[in-house]
């Protein structure tokens, strides 16, 4: 990797070994179980697992995670090494990256009572005028092709939805991913003309 790049890996966490994986931090294992469902907390948890065997694999470096002042998790011990994490359903999408903020998003694919309403309150004006105007039928993958390009931004930026609604400024680097036809997904970065390598997770571990 280097500072030109920004790699992605697509987690398929139903489908995951856990002989495969790394211990789960005494933290993670706590906040999996806040979830009443023993699904979504085996897929918080490979999720995860699976973040830390890709950092393990960039780096010897220590992997205690910690957040920012905004949340964002961060490496203490080499914080150069941005990383981001995005989980819906049972699909995981990683996004690293040397020395500039990232951000990733995947949704799986679903209907939504109000897409145009909520493409108004939380989308950018120009992003929510363009789904507006190819509305049709069927408008699940348009919308969250839309809705995780700014997700990502706003995970990179680390305004969260917070952010929601605003245009973005300045030069980026937001790439829509191919996730496989039940999914969208994006990364973003800011800072424009950066490369983007998609992995599958596992091959190079």
């Known amino acids: 990797m280097n500072s030109g790049e920004l790699h992605v890996w697509l ?21 999996a ?4 469902s023993g699904v979504l907390q085996r897929r918080y948890l490979r999720a995860h697992r699976a973040l830390r065997a890709i950092l393990r694999s960039l780096t010897p470096a220590e992997l205690t995670i910690a957040a920012g002042w905004n949340g964002k998790p961060y490496l203490p011990s080499l914080p150069e090494l941005k990383f981001n994490l995005s989980r819906s359903k049972g699909m995981a999408a990683v996004a690293a990256s040397l020395q500039i903020e990232v951000g990733v998003d995947i949704e799986r694919l679903r209907p939504l009572d109000d897409y145009l309403g909520i493409a108004d309150r939380f989308l950018p004006p120009t992003a929510a005028a363009e789904f507006a105007a190819c509305f049709g039928p069927n408008p699940e993958r348009e919308f969250f092709r839309r809705w995780t390009r700014t997700e990502a931004v706003l995970k990179a930026t680390g305004e969260g ?8 400024e300045g030069e980026w680097t937001i790439m829509e991913i191919d996730a496989g036809p039940e999914y969208a997904a994006a990364v973003a970065a800011p800072r424009a003309g950066l490369s983007v390598v998609l992995r599958a997770f596992g091959e190079e571990l």
Do not use: N
Request: proline fraction near 9%; avoid cysteine; aromatic fraction near 4%.
């Open 33 to 36: 179980s806040r979830f009443q």
């Open 11 to 31: 987690v398929p966490v139903d489908k995951l070994r856990e002989d495969a994986l790394p211990e789960a931090a005494p933290e993670e294992v706590e906040r």
């Open 161 to 168: 939805m917070m952010g929601a609604g605003k245009e973005v």
